[in-house]
């Protein structure tokens, strides 16, 4: 569902590469945890693979669609939830989904029915009516995932999708996550939020300083030598700290 | 199911319009049901003269002209006015819009085509772009059109004139946009260049209103006008050159009843369909890159200079009023709109002086250096007093924290000690600013260094007590909605308000003195300052003692 191939990036002016040499791949019906300290290069990532940064060097696939090459193509496969989602203020709740329902081409009865399903699910029907500059920022995050479900996305994109949610609303959405990997869909996100990625994930990546230190399922990186029965905060830190984080 | 560019272009007039806003504070919540109604009142006589000034100029213009056998001069002025306010104000929204915005990481991720997104953005612009034109095209062509009896093929190539002629100048605008920001990644220097734009555009205005003034500056319409006619041939001959599309609308317009007219509806569609095809093929190919260079512009690990851990303590106060002060001469958005006044004043007298003469210049005819040492000492004060208004510092201090609000608020200070420190920081800048001007102008007119001394001293009591109640006005009603810092002080009717009161103080104040003149008691007037600046400080101090701490908790 998603390959790297070989993928860097260094921003302007900057000393050192914000991801080097990534090479990923995430197969449908996985939900992949990307974990790393601050600044190792997740987000970089993620917007490498929505289309909001172009790589330097390296391919990013979607679907079997270059995002930079078939940008359309594989957008239309993918639903992304950014970490901080800057939606319209002055748009009301449902005018935003409208127009998002609008962009992917959603007809009138499917639309409807998933709007009533996500909106209920949660708690947003009443609030639907408002202007989204009124909602909180919990609310603000549950509008920003309705609209990344709303068509159905074979890959389901998110950037610390737990920040900002109610535990309710956090079960709810690990739920979601898991039925949508149940229907051989695809789930991508990045966390801090170890124990999440320790419940949920198929497989989780830690990347650090840009660089992708290791990969696969909890007992593969318990395998590794020295690491048997470790937990994955253990090993986490076991593992950036070897390479250093980079935050001061 | 909508077609997804037409939603997108319906999503983003909203959002630009703030229909959506409108409709849920005014009808659903029914809150500041007022606003539109004064926005309305503030605004509609300016519209009603702008359509009654077309309408007049069109036909004087007409008249006149044909006894030159140029009837058709207003259209070329008309349409050359709305062309190059369109290219001008046209590249400045087009950045803003394509470059500047937040919404471009939202619509990126979502699966549209570059030119699909430059598109509706064009368009909300170009709606931007006819409001302009109804107010100054349209009373211009219905007139020409009643004059010159037009007929049916003279409103069908109107309305075509009028829905086409803006396209061009935004093409034009969007093309050098979109290039520029292909190759050179502006978003790093966005506040340089905010800044940088507001100075041209203020170096523009002035350049062009002194040029005006020196070339054909008149105090009368009909000598206007000769010199408008008698240069006709040239001026249009001119405009040709620059800007062809303004003469094919009006000849379009002018002939529309002979093959001449369609002939020239035809150049306006067939370049306004040429720049919309480079256009999108521009915008297939290097729009997105642009934009995605924006979005790495300010990003990235840079080697940061080793700064020292800075351990010394201030006061709480101090402190408050140094950040008040910090955050609004920093940011661009602020500082312009601000800060334009205090430029403005010493520009505007010193641009004459440069000039051939002094004729003409307003100052000169006051008089000022011959003025009683009291008028100096209450004309200077009156000066402080308005500026500090103008600056929008107190008026909009509490709605440019905006979302920020929280950090303030958290802090273990009373309201009146915060609106102390806001009230401690409009002064600062405001002396400075005025002072600026001031000295100049004192040197100019030879006013002597006590009457300027004592000028500032009454004009920073009577002003600080006057920032004192626009910061309470602000506490009031703080517009903390908004995404663009703009907004916070353009859109904010606080700024309006208190610009509005302050000048009709100004007022009294001015015929306060005028009565002193007549009656020749001009020593009373640091006597009336202090009274007035009295009557201000205690009531505005009773009256935040009464109510800052509930308008605070209320927020």
Redesign the interface.
Known sequence: MIRLQGVSK???????H?VRSLDLEVKPGEIFGFLGPN?AGKTTTI?MI?????PDQGRVLVNGHDVNAE???A??S?G?V?DK????????GM??L???????????AT?RRRLQHYLEMFQLTEAA???I??YSRGMQQKLALTGALLHAPALFILDEPMVGLDPKSSHLFKEIMRDHVAKGNTVFFSTHVLEVAEQLCHRVGIINQGELIACGTMDELRKSPGRAGSSLEKLFLELTDEGGS?EK | ????V???FL?LL??NY?W??AK?YYL?KRQRVWEPIVIAASIGPVLVMMLWFSWVMTEQLFMAGLSFGQPHLPLVIGTLMVAVVGLFFGFFYVLSSFYFS??L??L??????SWEILVAKLGVILTGQYVLGAFVLVPMIIRYGLLARGGIPYVVIALTVFLVLPVIPLVIASILAVLLMRFV?LS?FKDRLTLIGGILLLVIVFGSTYWMQENVGTDDPSVLIERVLSQADGLIYSIGRVFPPSVWSAQALGYATNATGWLNLFYLLLASVVGLVVLYLLGEKVF??GA?AG???S?????HKQVEVQGESNSAFLTLVHTERKLFVRDPNFALNGLVGYVLFPVMLLIPLFGASLEGNPFERLDLGGLHPFLVVGGIALFFTLMIAMSMIPSTTFSREGRYLWIIRGLPLSIEQIMATRVVAAQMVNTIGCLLGLIPVSYLFGWRIWEVVLGTVFGIILSSTVAYLLVLLDLSRPML?W?NPVKAVKSNLNAIFGLLGTSILGLLLGFIFYLNVQSQTLWLIPFELLLISLLLGSGGWYLGRQVAWKLWSKI
Do not use: C
């Not at chain 1, 260094?10 to 050192?16: F, L, N, P, Q, V």
């Not at chain 1, 929505?50 to 172009?54: F, M, R, W």
């Not at chain 2, 990003?299 to 080697?303: D, I, S």
């Open positions: 260094r921003y302007k002016g900057a000393s050192t914000a600044g917007k929505v289309g909001l940064l172009k940008a359309v193509a957008k239309h993918m992304f950014p989602p800057d939606l319209y203020p002055r748009l009301t005018e935003y409208n127009l998002i329902g609008d962009v992917y081409g959603i007809d009138g639309r009516g408002d202007l500059q009124s980079d | 199911m909508r077609n997804r037409w939603s997108l999503a909203n959002v703030g959506s806003a849920y659903k937040n919404d990481p939202t990126v991720p979502l699966p549209l085509r990644n790093r997105l890159q995605l979005f790495e512009g990003r990235g690990r840079r080697k909605d995404v």
